[in-house]
């Protein structure tokens, strides 16, 4: 399948089947997630994937919706503060997200071609999530990934993808 195609098939799942994911297909993933781009080939970034039950639960608390304990398993983003590269010379922006977005791109991407389904989640309550993974003060989480197969019955397939045309986002200079 060629990428566009891919990027075209992909959509945020909200209902997963209780299968279990095979350890090859998550490694996959985070092999595709570890060769993201990053400024300056620091890579601040961290993933932590869960499986425990205990942890999950806790995890849940910071993003209180019912579709998203159905999945198996899950996947967190973070970007390491201490690591990430500042835009010093300026205004010493931290590029951390930027990095750990990208990965985390490259998780969804990686997903879906493995016939998983996943949804990037970022409405979450970063404390609650911080404590459950008993994160130090320079890991933040950037975003959390369910992660699964998809449960054809209850998922609604989406329609066609509601883009803004090249044409009302792009400027040619």
């Known amino acids: 399948m060629k990428l ?14 209780s299968l279990q994911v095979e350890k090859e297909k998550v490694d996959y993933i985070l092999e595709c997630a570890r060769l993201a781009p ?6 601040p970034w961290k993933f932590y994937v869960l499986t425990s039950k205990v942890i999950i639960e806790r995890m849940q608390a910071s993003y209180d919706r019912q579709w ?6 899950y996947i967190i983003v ?10 010093s010379k300026f205004d010493n922006k ?12 490259h998780i969804c991407l990686a997903a879906s071609e493995v016939g998983l389904g996943t949804c990037w989640v970022c409405n979450f309550d970063p404390q609650i ?15 959390i990934f369910p992660l699964g197969y998809i449960d054809i019955d209850k998922s609604s ?15 040619w200079i």
């Open 38 to 43: 990053s400024a300056c080939n620091l890579q």
């Open 78 to 87: 973070c970007k390491d503060s201490d690591i990430a590269w500042k835009r």
């Open 157 to 171: 397939l989406p329609e066609e993808k509601n883009r803004k045309p090249l044409s009302e986002i792009t400027e």
């Open 4 to 17: 566009k195609e891919l990027i075209e098939s992909r959509y945020s799942v909200r209902a997963y089947h």
């Open 129 to 143: 999530l911080k404590d459950a993974l008993d994160l130090s003060d320079n890991v933040e989480p950037i975003a």
């Open 68 to 73: 998203f304990k159905t999945a198996p398993m």
């Open 94 to 105: 931290d590029f951390g997200d930027v990095d750990a977005a990208i990965s985390a791109e």
